[in-house]
Structure formats: C-alpha cells, structure tokens
C-alpha cells in the first residue's frame, strides 16, 4: 500500500503523528487512525490547488519562459514611457507586463 503522506497530515492535522506505508497512520500514543479516503483526496485537492497558486507566482517571477524584469528596469522603463508620453497601453513597461501576464495566466 502506498499511502499519500502529505494530504493525510493535512487531512489529519493534530491527529496523525506517523504514518507507515505498510501498517497505516498513527497518533501521538501509537493508536491506529482510520482513514477516511475522501478526506484525503480533499486535502490533496486543496494542496494541488496551493501549489498551483505558488506556481503560478513562480512563474512570472523566476521560472517561467516570460518573467518580470528587475524593479529598475522596470522603472526604467516607466521613466522612457513618461518621456515619450507613451504612458499607456502602449509603451514599453505596459506591453512588457502584458506579455508576462499573457504567458502566464492566472489558474
């Protein structure tokens, strides 16, 4: 049997101390814990969903194929989109954001 730890200590927090593949889940006096499955595929649900939400802001940031420039970049180029008057959609820190924004889609 090859249980799914981490969604069962969410699933079970405060509860399950240990959990061995072979004999189950345990509390802190060395009891068994039954398992309810559909707890545990909620809370892998949840985690699933966390760690999208952080994938997410990795991606525009560090990992993805389009990421953010520099904070001084980035008002660089504000401050060469002030002097052109492009201060719109436009200029070049507007379509740089579009484009970290469009390769990277909100989940």
């Known amino acids: 049997m090859n249980l799914d730890h981490e969604a069962i200590y969410k699933a079970y927090a405060g509860t399950v101390v240990s ?3 072979s004999a189950g889940a345990f509390d ?7 398992l309810d499955q ?7 649900t949840t985690l699933n969903a966390e760690a999208a939400a952080v994938k997410y802001k990795t991606d525009r940031t560090t990992d993805g194929s389009t990421t953010y420039d520099s ?3 980035q008002l660089d180029m504000l401050y ?7 201060l719109d ?9 579009k484009a970290v924004k469009d390769a990277n889609p909100k989940p």
Do not use: E, F, P
């Not at 060469?80 to 492009?86: E, P, Q, S």
């Not at 959609?89 to 954001?97: E, N, R, S, V, Y």
């Open 80 to 86: 060469a989109d002030m002097l052109a008057g492009k």
């Open 38 to 44: 559909s707890l545990i595929d909620a809370a892998r």
């Open 89 to 97: 959609t436009t200029g070049t820190w507007a379509t740089h954001i």
């Open 28 to 34: 802190a006096s060395g009891n068994s814990v039954t």
């Open 71 to 73: 904070y001084g970049n």
């Open 19 to 21: 959990i061995d593949d």
